[in-house]
């Protein structure tokens, strides 16, 4: 059993940055690759990027490339994101999630096995 809990949501202006972090208990924290996901209101939820277990591999969505950083330190139990250059678009829901999966479908979310509860992320113009 892993739980996750996400902090550093709030409200900013456009063009500023913000920092999530997702805090893992439970099992090893490095065994699992870990995402984070987005939900605007009337939206499916959206992949956002992924990190896997070791910490060399990243992908990211399209829409947040050059501007969001996932980071993970293993030593902490801890996920980040860092998002810079935020939009209006960029607001919705942050969830953080784990994945035990052995194949590489990094965007699915069913391929996650644990979900934090999210934290809001409101960007204003």
């Known amino acids: 059993q892993v739980q996750l809990v996400e902090s550093g949501g709030g409200l900013v202006q456009a063009g500023g940055s913000l920092r999530l972090s997702c805090a893992a208990s439970?099992?090893?924290?490095?065994?699992?690759?870990m995402g984070w996901f987005r939900q605007a209101p009337g939206k499916e939820r959206e992949f956002v990027a992924v990190i896997a277990y070791s910490g060399g591999i990243t992908y990211y969505t399209d829409s947040v490339k050059g501007r969001f950083t996932i980071s993970r330190d293993n030593a902490k139990n801890t996920l980040y994101l860092q998002m810079n250059s935020l939009k209006p678009e960029d607001t919705a829901v942050y969830y953080c999630?784990?994945?035990?999966?052995?194949?590489?479908?990094?965007?699915?979310?069913?391929?996650?096995?644990?979900w934090g509860q999210g934290t809001q992320v409101t960007i204003s113009s």
């Open positions: 439970g099992r090893t924290f490095s065994s699992y690759h």
């Open positions: 999630a784990a994945s035990s999966s052995t194949g590489w479908f990094y965007s699915v979310p069913g391929e996650y096995d644990y």
